[in-house]
């Protein structure tokens, strides 16, 4: 798949097969993660794959955002959550100073974007997620203290095909009758500015 055609492929899901999702898939993931551009090369991100299903009740219970939708919303039935997630960390040891977050979260947004691309190539589809309980995570999981977590994308083998369209005004997200979610996207002409505003 090309590059520029994944990115118009790519939409996120929230409903998955019930399917496992081999620990090569996740790993492979992230090291086109470990790969993504990083500022001043401090490469802060460090990363859980989970794919154990004794662990992914646990996760998704600690989660919120749209993953958590009602199915008539576009949410997920309790047979079709997250099959995987891959957790971004920011080690605090390389970035101790809050104040300096903002690269971090730059190289977290990168490390995602490259994830999740490399996900929908072979087959999955993902969600990122940034509403999360870190506090009942981390014991979840056995993460440091000196480790905060930036992301959470959920995945899995998509069980929902959502389709961009072109926005006439509004950016809702709606989910027709049939129960696919379209997501309603600006159009180019809007946003682009040649050669300055």
């Known amino acids: 798949m090309?590059?520029?055609?994944?990115?118009?492929?790519r939409r996120s899901v929230r409903r998955f097969k019930d399917r496992p999702v081999p620990f090569e898939v996740l790993e492979k993931c992230v090291?086109?993660?470990?790969?993504?551009?990083?500022g001043r090369n401090s490469q802060v991100c460090e990363y859980i794959a989970i794919n154990d299903a004794a662990i992914l009740?646990?996760?998704?219970?600690n989660i919120g955002g749209s993953v958590k939708l009602p199915?008539?919303?576009?949410?997920p039935?309790?047979?079709?959550?997250a099959r995987a997630y891959i957790i971004i960390l920011i080690n605090k040891n390389i970035e101790p100073d809050a104040n300096q977050r903002r690269m971090s979260?730059?190289?977290v947004g990168m490390a995602a974007e490259n994830i999740m691309l490399v996900a929908l190539e072979q087959g999955l589809g993902s969600c990122p997620v940034m509403r999360y309980d870190e506090s009942a995570l981390k014991p979840i999981l056995n993460i440091p203290d000196n480790f905060d977590i930036a992301l959470v994308i959920v995945?899995?083998?998509?069980?929902?095909s959502p389709v961009a369209e072109v926005s006439t005004g509004?950016?809702?997200?709606?989910?027709?009758?049939?129960?696919?979610?379209?997501v309603y996207k600006r159009k180019l002409a809007d946003i682009l500015h040649k050669n300055g505003f």
């Open 2 to 9: 090309k590059v520029y055609e994944a990115t118009k492929k």
């Open 170 to 182: 509004a950016v809702d997200v709606k989910v027709d009758e049939k129960g696919v979610r379209h």
């Open 31 to 38: 090291n086109a993660a470990r790969l993504a551009p990083s």
């Open 155 to 160: 995945m899995g083998y998509p069980d929902e």
């Open 57 to 61: 009740p646990g996760i998704f219970e």
């Open 105 to 107: 979260y730059y190289d």
């Open 71 to 75: 199915p008539e919303k576009g949410g």
């Open 77 to 81: 039935r309790p047979e079709q959550t």
